[in-house]
C-alpha cells in the first residue's frame, strides 16, 4: 500500500512572505525543510507527498521543483504562476514540461474580491491551462464556494479540479450550512476532488476534537465518495493544533469503517492516480 499525503508545504521562514502566520501560530515561524518533513513521515509511515505552494511567485515553484529533484519522496509539485498575466501562457508553456509539476494553485481566499476566479483574465489563464496535463487546485473559504461552482461550470469538464482543505468550513462554530448544501452543488461536477486536509486549523487550536470534526468528515465522504477524496496534512499548519501523526492517526480512525480499498484509496491510491505519481 501506498500511502501519500498530497498536501503539505516547505519554507525558509522570513517576516516578509510569511507575515500571514498569526501569533497563536507563532510555532511555524521558522524553517520547515525536507529533512524536518522526512522524520515525521517515516514515523507515520507515509511514502511520498505533494509538495504545495506557500509563496506567490515563480521563485518559489522553482525551488519547489528543485527540491522534487533531489528528495525521491516528493512526488509531485502544486506551483504558482501568474494566470492573469500576459505571461502566464509562455511561462505555462515553459513549465508544463516538468514531469515534477502536477498542478497550480492561487491563493484566492486572501483575494477580498469574491469574484476574482470568474474575471476574464483569469478565466483566460485558466482555460489555458486546461489544455495541458496540469491540474488547478481551489484555494477557498466557505463564502468563496458559490464562486468555485460558477467557476468549475465554466471549465471544460475533462480536467480534474482540486478542492484544498474542504473549503474551510466554519469548523470552530460547528456550522455545517450552507458549506454542506454548496459542497454538494460543487460536487456534481464529477471532475472536481476534495482533500481531507486544513481542518484543525478551522477548529479551536487547543481545544478541538476529533468528534467535531465528524461531521464535516461524514460530509466530504457522502458528497464526493471515497474516489474523490484525498488525504493530506497540511504540514507545517497543521502543527499549530496536532502533530502530523496525530494528523494521520485522526484520518485513519474517521475512514476505519471503510472497506480497505476505500481506506488505501483515499490515504494514497487517488493522489496516486489523480497526480500521476509514479
Not at 37 to 66: F, M
Not at 239 to 257: F, K, L, N, P, Q
Request: hydrophobic share 40%; with cysteine; proline share 5%.
Amino acid at each position: 500500500m501506498i500511502r501519500i499525503d498530497a498536501h503539505h508545504h516547505l519554507w525558509h521562514y522570513n517576516t516578509q512572505d510569511y507575515g500571514w502566520i498569526p501569533d497563536e501560530m507563532a510555532m511555524l515561524r521558522r524553517d520547515f525543510l525536507p529533512e524536518d518533513l522526512k522524520k515525521e513521515l517515516d514515523a507515520a509511515k507515509i511514502n511520498q507527498v505533494i509538495t504545495v505552494q506557500a509563496r506567490q511567485c515563480v521563485e518559489e515553484t522553482d525551488w519547489l521543483l528543485s527540491l522534487a529533484e533531489k528528495y525521491d519522496f516528493i512526488g509531485g509539485v502544486t506551483g504558482w504562476l501568474p494566470i492573469r498575466s500576459p505571461e502566464f501562457p509562455a511561462l505555462l508553456e515553459r513549465y508544463a514540461q516538468n514531469p515534477r509539476l502536477k498542478a497550480l494553485r492561487h491563493v484566492v481566499q486572501d483575494e477580498p474580491d469574491n469574484r476574482y476566479m470568474m474575471h476574464t483574465e483569469f478565466l483566460d489563464g485558466a482555460y489555458e491551462l486546461s489544455k495541458t496535463n496540469l491540474l488547478y487546485e481551489i484555494l477557498i473559504f466557505e463564502r468563496q464556494l458559490p464562486e468555485a461552482i460558477d467557476f468549475v461550470t465554466a471549465m471544460p469538464d475533462d480536467r480534474v479540479y482540486i478542492l484544498d482543505h474542504i473549503a474551510k468550513p466554519k469548523i470552530k462554530t460547528g456550522e455545517m450550512e450552507p458549506w454542506a448544501s454548496l459542497l454538494k452543488k460543487l460536487a456534481e461536477h464529477e471532475n472536481v476532488v476534495c482533500k481531507l486536509s486544513g481542518m484543525v486549523t478551522e477548529a479551536d487550536l487547543k481545544n478541538w476534537t476529533p468528534e467535531q470534526l465528524k461531521p464535516y468528515i461524514e460530509t466530504v465522504l457522502e458528497t464526493f465518495g471515497t474516489k474523490r477524496v484525498m488525504f493530506g496534512s497540511d504540514w507545517p499548519v497543521c502543527t499549530s493544533a496536532v502533530t502530523y501523526r496525530g494528523w494521520v492517526d485522526c484520518v485513519s480512525s474517521a475512514i476505519s469503517h471503510l472497506s480497505s480499498d476505500e481506506q488505501e484509496a483515499i490515504m494514497g491510491g487517488n493522489a496516486r492516480t489523480i497526480y500521476g505519481v509514479r
